[in-house]
Nanobody
Framework: QVQLLESGGGSVQSGGSLRLSCVTS????????MGWFRQRPGKAREGVAL???????MFANSVKGRFSVSQDNAKRTLYLQMNSLKPEDTAMYYC??????????????????WGQGTQVTVSS
C-alpha cells in the first residue's frame, strides 16, 4: 500500500508563491495518475492538477496559468508549484494516487490513496 506525505504548505500574501511536495512511500509502477486536490472549509474536495505517468497533465480552470505540476521519479516526489496565489486558493491541499488511471480526470472518488494534507493560507 503506497502512502503519501505532503509538505510545503504555509502562509503567504496574495501574489506570492509556494511549492508543495508529496513523497510516496514506494515506487509507483506505470500506469498511474497522481493528483493534487484541495478542500476549503464547508466545501467539497476539488481537483487542482493531475499528472499521468505518461506525462499528460490536466489543470482546473481556476489555476491554469498559475499552477504547474511535476514529478521527480528518482525522488518519488510529486510537486505542485503555485504562483500568483490568491486568497481563494486558501485550502487544505492533498495529494492522491490512482494506480492504473483508467480514466484521466480530476475526480476525487477515482483516487483510493490520499495524503494527510498540508494547509495553504493566502492573505490579501
Amino acid at each position: 500500500q503506497v502512502q503519501l506525505l505532503e509538505s510545503g504548505g504555509g502562509s503567504v500574501q496574495s501574489g506570492g508563491s509556494l511549492r508543495l511536495s508529496c513523497v510516496t512511500s514506494a515506487y509507483t509502477y506505470s500506469p498511474y495518475c497522481m493528483g493534487w486536490f484541495r478542500q476549503r472549509p464547508g466545501k467539497a474536495r476539488e481537483g487542482v492538477a493531475l499528472i499521468h505517468s505518461d506525462g499528460s497533465k490536466m489543470f482546473a480552470n481556476s489555476v491554469k496559468g498559475r499552477f504547474s505540476v511535476s514529478q521527480d521519479n528518482a525522488k518519488r516526489t510529486l510537486y505542485l508549484q503555485m504562483n500568483s496565489l490568491k486568497p481563494e486558493d486558501t485550502a487544505m491541499y492533498y495529494c492522491a494516487y490512482q494506480p492504473g488511471c483508467d480514466v484521466f480526470r480530476l475526480s476525487a472518488p477515482d483516487f483510493p490513496t490520499w495524503g494527510q494534507g498540508t494547509q495553504v493560507t493566502v492573505s490579501s
